[in-house]
Nanobody
C-alpha cells in the first residue's frame, strides 16, 4: 500500500553531515508513525529515530541523541533524517519504515512498510 524510497546517502569524513530523505507514495505519511533504522556490517538492524503521528513527538536512540534529527514535510510526503557530527560507527545501511504496529518503536518487526535502504559510509 505504501512505497518508500530512501536517498541522500553517501561517503563522508568523520564530523561531516548528511541529510537522508524518504519519499513516500501510495498514502500520506501523516497517517503513520515513521522511523529510521540502520544496519551496520555484522550487526542487527537497530532503530535510530521515530516520529509519532498521534502524539507529534519524536525519540532517538542514545547513540545518536544530540546529533541526529528526524522530521517530516507533509506537503512533500517525505521523511528526513538530518545527521550531524557523523562518526565511523554511524556507517551502515539506513532504512525508512512506516506504520508502527505497536510495541517498542526501535524493533524492526513492529513496522509494516520498508524502503530499499541507502548506504552511509563515514571514514575516520
Amino acid at each position: 500500500q505504501v512505497q518508500l524510497v530512501e536517498s541522500g546517502g553517501g561517503s563522508v569524513q568523520a564530523g561531516g553531515s548528511l541529510r537522508l530523505s524518504c519519499a513516500a507514495s501510495g498514502d500520506t505519511i501523516t497517517k503513520y508513525s515513521m522511523a529510521w533504522f540502520r544496519q551496520a556490517p555484522g550487526k542487527e538492524r537497530e532503530g535510530v529515530a521515530v516520529i509519532y503521528t498521534s502524539n507529534k513527538g519524536t525519540n532517538t536512540a542514545d547513540s545518536v541523541k544530540g546529533r541526529f534529527t528526524i522530521s517530516q514535510d507533509n506537503a512533500k510526503n517525505t521523511l528526513y533524517l538530518q545527521m550531524d557530527s557523523l562518526k565511523p560507527d554511524d556507517t551502515g545501511m539506513y532504512y525508512c519504515a512506516a506504520l508502527w504496529l505497536g510495541g517498542a518503536w526501535s524493533l524492526s518487526r513492529n513496522y509494516k512498510y520498508w524502503g530499499q535502504g541507502t548506504q552511509v559510509t563515514v571514514s575516520s
